[in-house]
């Protein structure tokens, strides 16, 4: 009950202040309503992380969402695969063969069916983070027996490097196209207090 005052006292300054700041639109609302500050600015995230408002002030562009906090997954996904990629090739032995195996199997199980769900659902709020997992996972044991279907009838066979080669191209591929789709949601917010 409490949140839903707080969130339409929000709609309400925004409606009569569209350009206000966030810091003047958490101001207004906590004098507004009595309440501490901290407070509005929770239930403003919330509705931001919802969809409910959208809050300005970023470069809205495909450039500005590669190197904005936003894009920082496809960053941190192809930093796993280049580790993968060492890992599996450049380790033999010794202790860290462990860290081939689980670097080995994430690249595996995870990471195809992970770049094709954020492939397939760039907004991310299609989904829950735990049927984003057992899809990721699910997709992945889909992918990777096709690849090894079409590796079978190329000149290179199933072997280990045509393996690492086509599962990480594959995986990269589905990765930059996400990219490329969350970026479009990201410069499709209209830049309405400009000037």
């Known amino acids: 009950m409490a949140n839903d005052l707080v969130r ?24 507004e309503l009595g309440i501490p500050r901290g407070l509005v600015a929770y239930e403003l995230m919330m509705m931001w992380k919802n969809g ?12 500005a969402y590669v190197f904005s906090i936003e894009g920082a997954w496809y960053w941190v996904s192809l930093a796993l695969v280049a580790l993968s990629i060492l890992s599996v090739t450049l380790i033999s032995g010794g202790p860290l063969i462990y860290v ?32 984003r997992l057992a899809l990721s996972i699910g997709l992945s044991l889909a992918i990777v027996p096709l690849i090894g279907l079409v590796l ?24 930059t196209t996400a990219l490329v789709r969350k970026a479009r949601i990201f410069e499709a917010g209209e830049e309405r207090c400009q000037g």
């Open 152 to 175: 079978n009838y190329t000149p290179w066979g199933i072997r280990f490097i045509p393996i690492v080669v086509s599962t990480n191209a594959v995986t990269i591929a589905l990765l």
């Open 100 to 131: 081939r195996y689980g670097l080995g199997a994430l690249m595996i199980l995870f990471m195809p069916g992970y770049a094709l769900i954020e492939t397939l659902y760039p907004r991310g709020d299609e989904l829950s983070p735990l049927e």
């Open 52 to 63: 409910e408002v959208e809050l300005e002030g970023t470069p809205r562009n495909a450039i």
């Open 8 to 31: 339409n006292a929000i709609k309400r300054v925004l409606a009569r202040h569209q350009c206000n700041s966030v810091k003047e639109l958490v101001s207004e609302v906590s004098r």
